[in-house]
C-alpha cells in the first residue's frame, strides 16, 4: 500500500455553535412536521362537542382570540351608550337574535345551547372581559368556528352599537348572575282583523296602540302598504342591508307581507309631543320643499308625501332616524336598490348640518291618519 504524502492529508473544518444550533432546529422541527402529520392523519384528536378541549389548547384558543380582538379594536370611536333609545333598540335586537344561544342574561340557557362547544357564555359577564369597541367588533366580525356569525347587514354598524349599550346598560345595573327581567311583553296584539302581529315586528315599530321602542326605528303606522311591501321584499331577497330587518324578513310568505303591509297602513300613529328649535325646522323646511339645485338635490316633497304610494311619509318620524338614514346613504350603505341609489345621490350632496335640519323639519310634522295620505 502506497505511503500519502502530506498532500493527502483530509482536513474536517468544525461546524461552528451557531450551525450546529441551526442543524438541530431544522432536525426538531422535521420531526415536528412528521409528527403533526400523524397527529392530524390518524384522527387522534377527538373534535366531538361532548369531549371538552386540552387544558393548553383552550388557553391557547382563546389568547389567540382576545388579542386577535383586541389588537383590530383598539382603534374604533366609541358613540354615546347611555342613549335610552339606543338601548331599548337593543334590548329588543338581543332577544330576537342573541338569546336563543346566550339566553337572557343571568338566566340559564336552553340545552341546545348548553351542549354547544365552545359554550355560548352568559352575555352578563361581557363586560368583564371585553371593552365595548372589542365588543362592537366581536358581533361585527363574528369569530370562525365557534357558531358566533358575522353581522348579516353590511356596512349597518349603526345597528350594532345598540346591542353593545344594552349589554353596558345589563353590566352596570344588574350584579353578575341576576335575572334581567324582559319588560318589553310577550304578548303579540291582535287587531280588529284577527291578524296577530308578527312579535318580531311589534316588539320594536309598535302597533295600533303604541309607537316604536326607540327613535332609531322607524314608525310604520299609516305608511303607504306599497311602499311597505317593497321595503320587506328588498329585506327579504338580501338587496337591502339590515342585521334586524333580514332575517326578519327572511321567512315571510307573499300573503304574510301583504297583510302586514295593510294592517300598519291603517294603523294612526301616536303623536310625541317633541319639541324642536324652530330656526333649524325653517332651515329645513327651505330644502324639503325648494331642494337645493346648486347641488343637485331635489325637494324632498317632490317624492316624499305626494301621493306616490312606492315613496314612504316622512312627517313625524322621528328626528334621529330620519338624520341616522340619510347618514347611511351618505356614506354608501344604502345604495344597492333603484330607490336608494337615487336616495344616495342626496345624501353625498348634502353636509351635515343640512342633515340635521331636514330631518328636524320632517319630525316636527304630525304623521298622516293613515294608509300614507299626507
Not at 233 to 257: K, N, Q, V
Not at 322 to 346: F, H, K, S
Not at 358 to 370: G, H, I, K, R
Amino acid at each position: 500500500m502506497p505511503d500519502r504524502g502530506d498532500d493527502d492529508v483530509v482536513m474536517v473544518r468544525r461546524l461552528t455553535r451557531w450551525q450546529r444550533l441551526g442543524m438541530a432546529a431544522l432536525f426538531l422541527a422535521g420531526v415536528f412536521v412528521v409528527g403533526a402529520a400523524v397527529f392530524v392523519w390518524t384522527g387522534y384528536y377527538n373534535i366531538s362537542a361532548k369531549s371538552e378541549h386540552w387544558d393548553f389548547t383552550t388557553e391557547i384558543l382563546e389568547t389567540v382570540r382576545d388579542q386577535s380582538i383586541h389588537a383590530r379594536a383598539d382603534a374604533i370611536v366609541v358613540p354615546d351608550l347611555e342613549d335610552p333609545g339606543m338601548i331599548a333598540l337593543g334590548r329588543q335586537h338581543y332577544r330576537g337574535g342573541c338569546a336563543s344561544c346566550h339566553g337572557i342574561p343571568g338566566e340559564e340557557r336552553n340545552p341546545v345551547s348548553r351542549a354547544m362547544l365552545p359554550d355560548p357564555p352568559d352575555l352578563a359577564f361581557a363586560f368583564d372581559r371585553y371593552d365595548p369597541s372589542a365588543l362592537f367588533w366581536l358581533i361585527d366580525n363574528g369569530i370562525k368556528y365557534t357558531g358566533m356569525p358575522s353581522w348579516p347587514g353590511m356596512g349597518r354598524q349603526d345597528e350594532i352599537w345598540p346591542m353593545v349599550a344594552y349589554l353596558k346598560s345589563v353590566h352596570q345595573e344588574n350584579r353578575p348572575g341576576t335575572i334581567i327581567e324582559d319588560t318589553s311583553g310577550d304578548g303579540e296584539p291582535i287587531d280588529s282583523y284577527g291578524f296577530q302581529v308578527l312579535d318580531e315586528c311589534s316588539r320594536c315599530h309598535g302597533d295600533a296602540q303604541t309607537g316604536p321602542v326607540s327613535d332609531r326605528v322607524p314608525s310604520l303606522s299609516g305608511q303607504p302598504p306599497d311602499y311597505l311591501e317593497r321595503a320587506l321584499r328588498e329585506y327579504r331577497a338580501g338587496l337591502r342591508e339590515s342585521g334586524y330587518m333580514e332575517p326578519a324578513a327572511f321567512g315571510l310568505t307573499d300573503d304574510a307581507i301583504s297583510l302586514f303591509a295593510t294592517l300598519y297602513s291603517q294603523y294612526r300613529a301616536p303623536t310625541t309631543g317633541a319639541q324642536f328649535d324652530p330656526e333649524q325646522v325653517a332651515r329645513g323646511a327651505a330644502i324639503a320643499l325648494n331642494g337645493m339645485p346648486q347641488d343637485d338635490v331635489p325637494a324632498c316633497t317632490s317624492c316624499h308625501g305626494n301621493g306616490n304610494p312606492q315613496f314612504p311619509n316622512l312627517a313625524g318620524q322621528s328626528q334621529t332616524y330620519l338624520q341616522g338614514q340619510l347618514e347611511l346613504w351618505r356614506n354608501g350603505a344604502r345604495d344597492r336598490t333603484p330607490y336608494g341609489q337615487i336616495m344616495a345621490v342626496v345624501g353625498r350632496n348634502m353636509s351635515q348640518s343640512q342633515i340635521e335640519d331636514v330631518s328636524a323639519y320632517f319630525a316636527s310634522l304630525e304623521q298622516p291618519a293613515s294608509g300614507g295620505d299626507p
